[in-house]
């Protein structure tokens, strides 16, 4: 895991992301956007979701609520993801609430239902259908392939969209995000 990390902040460096300087409009910084969206199609799969999650994490970190980018930033193990993510959505409520009124509730309550079960409580709970972002079974692979992702990606996509940055750009990021662009 820490070569993966020392490789992705190697190609963030290389490519530039590291920078916090906004230059033009949305929530984030367009360059380094830019310089993201032109790298994710040149890694693999498994790098492609990694760099996704901590290019959005860094270049939004500017307006981002902080444990929100600290979460999407995290060198963590996929499974300690899901940990760093609720502690960040406990931080910030309004966050999940974005994408799914009453979020703080039914997350507090997905911790009694079976693991397997809880991406399809939520999904359903919080009526992500209506987001268009992903399907209840991509939704179910993300979370299997990692939780914090699947935790964190409908508000994060809420957010970008009510922030400016138009759906169709938004919604390939997260799924990127989420892995479910493969």
């Known amino acids: ?4 990390a020392l490789s992705l902040l190697s190609v963030l460096a290389l490519l530039g992301l590291v920078s916090c300087t906004r230059t033009g409009g949305g929530p984030c910084d367009p360059k380094a956007l830019g310089e993201l969206k032109a790298a994710l199609p040149a890694v693999d ?4 979701q990694a760099l996704a999650l901590r290019g959005l994490g860094e270049a939004c970190a500017a307006r981002l609520p902080k444990p929100i980018a600290e979460a999407l930033q995290a060198d963590a193990e996929p499974s300690q993801e899901a940990t760093l993510a609720a502690y960040a959505l406990s931080q910030e409520p309004g ?15 997905v911790a009694s239902v079976a693991p ?3 991406p399809r409580v939520l999904y359903g709970g919080c009526g ?5 972002l992903v399907s209840l079974e991509e939704y179910q692979a993300a979370a299997q392939r990692r939780a914090g992702a699947s935790y964190l990606a409908p508000g994060l996509y809420a957010w970008l969209v009510e922030e400016g940055m138009p759906a169709p750009e938004a919604r390939a990021l997260v799924r990127a995000a989420l892995g479910v662009d493969r």
């Open 45 to 48: 799969a498994d790098m492609r």
């Open 116 to 118: 397997a079960d809880r």
């Open 1 to 4: 895991m820490r070569n993966l």
């Open 128 to 132: 992500y259908s209506k987001l268009g």
């Open 95 to 109: 966050f999940g609430e974005a994408a799914c009124p009453g979020f703080e509730k039914l997350f507090a309550s």
